[in-house]
């Protein structure tokens, strides 16, 4: 996959056969494209180019949206559960937000894994595992987006 392709250019391809989703859209530019997939559950396969693409780690992953004995069990099914689909495409929705701040992916994936002390001396990665979290983290991302002291 080219560099500039982004893990829901891979999901698009994966989901919807020959209509690729250009490379500046993702999940957080078309959410209601997403909603059915999301509501009966992701392909597992997206998983895989989630971790092949480097967007997250195993490790990551177990931590924050799917432990590997759930994944293990859900690749018998071929299908995510919605809910974990939808804590999924959360957090990449936020790894892509990060991306597009910092216009670099190794600067942003950088600045999610490094503590802060605006989290309480927590990476932002770490806050994702939550919808609260979540928000925490996309405010600040918008904050900087803006050029607002963060």
């Known amino acids: 996959m080219p560099a500039d392709m982004g893990y829901m250019h891979h999901m698009e391809v994966h989901m919807h056969g020959d209509s690729p989703m250009p490379a500046n859209k993702g999940f957080g530019e078309a959410p209601l494209r997403w909603m059915a997939e999301v509501r009966q559950g992701i392909d597992v396969g997206i998983v895989d180019a989630v971790l ?18 759930t994944l293990m069990h859900r690749r018998t ?67 900087i987006a803006h050029g607002i002291a963060a």
Request: hydrophobic share 40%; glycine share 6%; aromatic share 4%.
């Open 52 to 69: 092949a693409d480097g967007r997250l780690s195993a490790v990551e992953l177990d931590r924050l949206a799917l432990p590997r004995k």
């Open 77 to 143: 099914m071929g299908r995510l559960s919605p809910e974990q689909s939808d804590r999924l495409l959360r957090i990449l929705r936020v790894i892509e937000e990060a991306e597009a701040t910092f216009g670099d992916r190794d600067k942003a994936h950088l600045w999610l894994r490094r503590p802060t002390p605006l989290f309480a001396d927590q990476a932002p990665l770490d806050l994702l595992d939550t919808d609260i979290g979540v928000r925490q983290v996309e405010a600040l991302l918008g904050r």
